[in-house]
């Protein structure tokens, strides 16, 4: 289950885990580049990654494929 929200400066995707054992994670899209953050309710702050562009392509793109090394381009 998710939800998708349109802002004017990017993206917000929330994945919510239907059994309740994960925390939310969020996917943010914008122009500085790509983040997956998830609250940890024990520290009371975000575990954040951060990506660029391309960096996010390549991980979407890597479902795609075999085991082995693989160079991308991304098409503008």
């Known amino acids: 289950m998710f939800t998708n929200e349109f802002e004017f400066d990017g993206t917000i995707t929330t994945v919510l885990d239907e059994e309740g054992k994960h925390n939310d994670l969020e996917l943010l899209i914008c122009d ?3 983040y997956l953050r ?3 309710f024990e520290t009371e702050t975000y575990d954040m990654i951060v990506m660029s562009h391309k960096m ?4 979407l793109e890597s479902r795609n494929h075999p ?3 693989y160079l991308t ?3 503008k």
């Open 73 to 75: 381009k991304l098409k």
């Open 67 to 69: 085991e082995g090394f």
């Open 56 to 59: 996010y392509y390549d991980l």
């Open 32 to 34: 500085s580049g790509v």
């Open 38 to 40: 998830q609250f940890d």
